[in-house]
């Protein structure tokens, strides 16, 4: 399991991310954090298995939104909505997961 969350990283990492500078945090660790916490609810990764429909959007459906910022996400994970869990991330996480949010917007 640690081979594929480095061999992943190092991927992402290695990849040419459009707009990677203007990105808030690391979208590597904001995967890994993903990994941890948002998969039990969310498609997280673009070849990830669909979980049982529970309403959850994927991460790419919302990096596919044209309307979805940085802003925005920041909003969506500091505030608990519908089912979502009142989530106490911390500002590093926040920027992390948004980046990696971000990293899956269409070019």
């Known amino acids: 399991m640690r081979f594929l969350v480095s061999l992943a990283a190092g991927l992402l990492a290695s990849t040419s991310l459009a707009g990677a500078d ?19 609810c969310h498609v997280i990764e673009p070849d990830q298995e669909t979980l049982p429909d529970i309403g959850a959007p994927t991460f790419q459906e919302l990096a596919d939104e044209p309307s979805v910022t940085a ?34 917007k269409p070019r």
């Open 71 to 104: 802003i925005g996400l920041r909003f969506l994970l500091q505030k608990p909505h519908d089912r979502m869990p009142d989530l106490l991330l911390t500002p590093q996480q926040t920027d992390d997961v948004i980046s990696y949010i971000l990293t899956l």
């Open 22 to 40: 203007d990105l808030p945090g690391d979208p590597v660790a904001g995967l890994d954090f993903a990994r941890g916490l948002c998969i039990e």
